[in-house]
């Protein structure tokens, strides 16, 4: 199976052949972004290797919804579409996505497995969980789950 970097090189190879314009250009930035880590690891005396890339992309998607729901917001539904299409791309470079009871199930498990009791352990859980879903969930859904795992019930009886 090719990796993660092959696919995106041999996927940007085949859309210039072809003259995609479109998925061209939405490789194009995410090899930018690419590089530019890897440079930034060739500093550190270290290689990009496929968490860096899966996280990479994953940056890039979430960086594409942010500017989808600003272009949206100023009715802007030229740029709101050249977005969702750069989206459509990269998304094809994520892991299938876990369902809501799948996270909850990690979120449950990381929190026995830290004993955290509270509010005050919300780092800590964080810290766990995001290796464990990294690219297969979003941050902001996992931030709601330990949240409301962590937050004590207001019903008393």
Request: aromatic share 2%.
């Amino acid at each position: 199976m090719a990796s993660l970097l092959e696919k995106i090189n041999l996927d940007f190879q085949q859309a210039l052949k072809t003259k995609n314009s479109a998925k061209t250009s939405s490789l194009r930035l995410l090899k930018a972004a690419l590089q530019n880590r890897a440079i930034e690891l060739r500093a550190q005396k270290k290689e990009l290797n496929e968490e860096d890339a899966l996280m990479i992309v994953n940056r890039e998607v979430k960086k594409i919804k942010d500017s989808i729901t600003i272009y949206q917001q100023a009715k802007r539904s030229d740029l709101a579409n050249k977005e969702k299409s750069d989206l459509v791309v990269l998304q094809d470079y994520l892991p299938a996505q876990l369902s809501v009871d799948e996270l909850e199930k990690i979120v449950a498990q990381t929190i026995n497995k830290i004993g955290a009791t509270g509010i005050v352990d919300f780092g800590k859980v964080m810290k766990e969980v995001m290796p464990q879903v990294i690219g297969r969930a979003d941050g902001q859904q996992i931030k709601q789950i330990v949240q409301r795992r962590l937050t004590p019930s207001l019903e008393k009886s």
